[in-house]
């Protein structure tokens, strides 16, 4: 499967998603920067930071703004990977080959989700410590509510990381199903609807079994999306 997995990046050229994914991780971390002590938050008539309900600290708009990016990220990398295969008949050259399909496709599948948390973990730690360090001489325009030397800030950085990478499989599920590229990524974005947003005080974000029932529905929408493949014609 290891094997696979490198074949996969190889075929894909990750170098790309490497240099997409830091491009990302500069752009995140320069923005929440200036929202944290740049004022760019800031109401310009009260001068103080305006913010929706629930997003009154730093760590709920890093979560938000990389949960955010890497959703729709991984996304169009399962829809690149996959998706596209589909579309463009390259599937069929390696289902050819003498390899299970559903092995091709776990491997496709791991591949993309891999890459994306590891990239989508060390994006936030980046900014986690860019916007600790700025904080020892300047002040932010919200609390700073995170410890970056508690374990348990680790705990929830690497399992909220895993929660929403996992997430993109209902995006792929969608996107085979209609064997768009496009249905995949509009479905990622219908997932931030979802699951970022508010509709008033009301929102999923901060509910504590919401993230496990996701996770639930999502290994469950990325097995249906390898069922019964090796019977299906492409």
């Not at 994914?21 to 320069?30: P, T």
């Not at 709920?60 to 169009?76: D, G, K």
């Not at 700025?134 to 990381?161: H, N």
């Not at 209902?170 to 947003?197: H, R």
Request: proline share 3%; glycine share 6%.
């Amino acid at each position: 499967m290891l094997k696979l997995i490198k074949l996969e990046w190889k075929k894909n050229h990750i170098g790309k998603y490497i240099r997409n994914a830091i491009f990302l991780a500069g752009i995140l971390c320069l923005f929440l920067f200036a929202l944290a002590y740049l004022g760019i938050a800031n109401d310009p008539e009260l001068g103080v930071p305006d913010f929706a309900p629930g997003m009154g600290n730093m760590s709920a708009s890093i979560e938000l703004f990389t949960s955010m990016s890497f959703l729709i990220f991984t996304s169009a990398m399962l829809s690149s990977f996959i998706v596209s295969a589909y579309e463009n008949k390259t599937m069929n050259l390696m289902f050819s080959y003498p390899i299970k399909r559903q092995k091709i496709l776990i491997s496709q599948m791991l591949a993309v989700w891999i890459f994306s948390f590891g990239a989508l973990t060390l994006t936030k730690l980046f900014i986690y410590g860019c916007i600790w360090m700025g904080s020892r001489t300047m002040v932010s325009a919200f609390p700073i509510d995170f410890d970056m030397t508690s374990f348990g800030f680790y705990m929830q950085l690497i399992t909220k990381s895993a929660v929403i990478v996992t997430m993109s499989f209902i995006s792929l599920f969608v996107g085979l199903k209609m064997k768009s590229s496009k249905a995949a990524l509009i479905s990622s974005f219908l997932l931030i609807l979802l699951t970022q947003a508010n509709v008033g005080d009301l929102t999923m974000r901060n509910n504590a079994v919401f993230p496990v029932i996701l996770t639930v529905v999502s290994l469950v929408f990325a097995f249906l999306s390898i069922y019964r493949v090796e019977k299906k014609d492409l």
